[in-house]
């Protein structure tokens, strides 16, 4: 039936084919009208509008042959044939290119590329993301997210704990899932606490605003609140065995303490200072596992940096690592003698 359709479309112009071949046209236009989302069709408007311009000159031609042909019988007969004929020929190109694009294959829909940064150091890595987005991540924590992001959204997948500082971007929110709970911003910074191992998920906001979702109710509980926005200083904690989102709001987050930027320089300024001042501004404690390492002598800028950033500078500067372990961060490396 393929191979021979086109000839059964001339005799459908011609008002010669058969009943059934009549039904099958038919359906054939309906299936089309139905289709006419298909954004197959895009690619022929420009070849659909050339055949109706060649219509259009061809009716141009026949009525200039009107207007010098003598009005007798044979003459009209002879114009009226060229015209069904013209009118034919036309419809025939239009629906054959018509036929030609709607039988090609769909283009396969575009394959999306993700990959997974992990951290298995036991420091905290920084990563920055095409979108310019920057993270923070912990410890044995890992984000997986596409090499290149779609039009309109920003998706990644977080397991463990990281620090997000997100490239604002109106038309892209930028979503995050950990399990059960969605967090959706524009342009902010905020932590995620999200160990697989771990009881809940805890998002606590730095800056700007944050959006938590959760999927819904479990295990038939009713759950009252499924959403909660949060501002600066504020935190929600999700329990998972409840499904259930606790609010919480304090002047000082200590979670969110190492990521308050501050600006200190140091002027040959020993490791043992250094430690005490970051000590006291970030509220964390710092130590030195070999005491050499507090001889050493620095000399650097640290403006609107934050903790981790000063402690992968720090640490290269005096030839150093630093690793953590509980809430204490261990500087180690051989130090200088005095």
């Known amino acids: 039936m393929k191979n021979n359709f086109p000839d059964i479309l001339k005799k459908y112009l011609a008002r010669t084919c058969t009943p059934e071949e009549r039904a099958m046209v038919d359906s054939w236009f309906k299936q089309f009208e139905n289709d006419a989302e298909d954004p197959r069709l895009a690619d022929i408007y420009e070849r659909v509008s050339l055949d109706a ?5 061809i009716k141009q031609k026949i009525h200039e042959h009107n207007a010098i042909a003598p009005l007798h019988s044979k003459g009209r007969s002879l114009t009226l044939n060229l015209y069904k004929a013209a009118v034919g020929i036309a419809a025939v190109l239009v629906i054959g290119v018509l036929v030609f694009y709607l039988k090609q294959p769909q283009a396969a829909e575009t394959q999306i590329t993700y990959t997974t940064i992990s951290n298995s150091s036991e420091g905290i890595t920084r990563h920055e993301l095409v979108d310019g987005t920057l993270i ?20 990644l ?4 704990e990281a620090f997000f500082d997100v490239a604002r971007d109106a038309h892209r929110p930028f979503i995050i899932t950990t399990g059960n709970v969605t967090t959706k911003v524009l342009g902010t910074s905020f932590n995620i606490k999200a160990y697989d191992e771990s009881s809940s998920i805890e998002v606590s906001v730095l800056t700007g605003k944050v959006s938590v979702d959760i999927a819904g109710a479990k295990n038939n509980q009713a759950v009252e609140t499924t959403s909660v926005l949060l501002v600066p200083n504020e935190r929600v904690t999700y329990l998972k065995e409840k499904n259930q989102l606790e609010k919480e709001e304090s002047k000082k ?15 040959n300024v020993s490791v043992k200072e250094v430690i005490d001042i970051l000590n006291k501004k970030f509220s964390v404690r710092i130590q030195a596992s070999n005491k050499n390492l507090l001889n050493c002598l620095i000399r650097a800028d640290f403006t609107n940096q934050n903790l981790p950033d000063i402690l992968e500078l720090l640490s290269k500067s005096v030839e150093a690592t630093y690793e ?6 261990y500087l180690s490396g051989e130090g200088c003698e005095k």
Do not use: C, H, Y
């Open 53 to 57: 311009k060649m219509l259009e000159e």
């Open 324 to 329: 953590i372990k509980d809430n204490t961060i």
């Open 157 to 160: 997948t977080l397991a463990g």
């Open 253 to 267: 987050l200590p979670e969110l303490s190492m990521w308050q930027a501050t600006d200190v320089v140091f002027d």
């Open 136 to 155: 923070w991540l912990r410890p044995n924590s890992r984000i997986e997210f596409p090499i290149e992001f779609v039009k309109d959204k920003r998706e």
